[in-house]
């Protein structure tokens, strides 16, 4: 059994396309058209166990800015901690999670997200939890002005390398907190679950990730390389649900924004590490989930 990270992945085929496998089988994830389109760069870096050309075990870092109370911080998301079922309970986690760590120990913040199978295991790395909060407002509050938006096609070469080129110079949504210069990872969310809630409005020239349901609609994102007002983008889109829920933490919007307690299985974990702690109660954006 092998020790890789990084690169010995990305550049060999047999284990790349054994990574892929894996992180299908084990989280329906789909990497490939991701790697194929460029877009998986050295922030994306998987550390693994390979046994004869099979990753046996993986945990990723995603490497970042997060912006909190205006201050930018380099921080690191570990992701897709898995396990061949042939090769667990062997500890390779535990081991991975100490490579990571012993690599990470200049970075400001660590941070995951878990499931509820497994809440016991990162405190053990000095991992804290968090809670988070989710932000709705009322349609009723909005003053509608429509503007003229136009629906992303990410299979189109030049929309989509225009869409990544903000994403990369992006400013951040929010100072209360954000995330920038992590745009490989939305751009791996961009072609995934998100590739049909993609728009850009040329009044403002943003880009806005927007998902609707019958019970409200979701504004995942708001990506722009300038400053923008967030209620003036807001009261642009064509919002059809009397609810608004806003995927991120946003700064003051000047009408009422209802903040409660999110709920979920699984739990943020964060280890404080260098010049920052981070709080409760704020929301992780939802398009830099690793």
């Known amino acids: 059994m ?7 992945i990305r550049n060999d085929l047999q284990l790349k396309r054994s990574f892929f ?13 991701w790697d ?3 877009y998986w760069n050295d922030t994306y870096c998987p550390y693994a166990f390979e046994v004869d050309g099979e990753i046996a075990s993986n945990v990723s870092t995603s490497t970042g800015l997060m912006v909190l109370d205006g201050k930018q911080y380099k921080a690191v998301q570990i992701g897709t901690v898995m396990t061949n079922p042939k090769f667990q309970g062997k500890g390779l986690s535990r081991r991975l999670m100490e490579k990571v760590m012993e690599d990470q120990a200049n970075a400001n913040i660590l941070y995951l997200f878990a499931n509820k199978s497994v809440l016991g295991f990162y405190p053990k790395f000095g991992f804290e939890m968090r809670t988070q909060s989710t932000f709705t407002l009322d349609k009723k509050d909005l003053v509608s002005n429509e503007k003229e938006i136009n629906k992303i096609n990410m299979d189109n070469n030049i929309e989509r390398r ?9 400013v951040p949504i929010s100072q209360k907190m954000s995330m920038v210069q992590n745009e490989s990872i939305v751009m791996f969310h961009a072609l995934t679950q998100y590739r049909d809630c993609i728009y850009y409005v040329p009044k403002f020239q943003v880009y806005v990730i927007l998902k609707e349901s019958a019970q409200h609609v979701e504004v995942i994102d708001v990506i722009s390389k300038e400053p923008f007002d967030l209620l003036e983008v807001l009261e642009s889109l064509p919002i059809k649900t009397s609810k608004v829920k806003l995927c ?3 700064d003051n919007l000047k009408i009422p924004v209802v903040q409660e307690m999110f709920k979920d ?7 404080n590490q260098i010049d920052i702690d981070y709080p409760n109660n704020l929301l992780y954006p939802y398009s830099g989930l690793a």
């Open 21 to 33: 496998n894996l992180a299908d089988e084990t989280f329906s994830l789909k990497f490939e058209q």
């Open 265 to 271: 299985e699984g739990a943020m974990f964060v280890k």
């Open 162 to 170: 225009l869409f990544y080129d903000t994403t990369m110079s992006r």
């Open 248 to 250: 991120f933490t946003p």
């Open 36 to 38: 194929e389109l460029g």
């Open 2 to 8: 092998n020790f890789i990270k990084g690169n010995a």
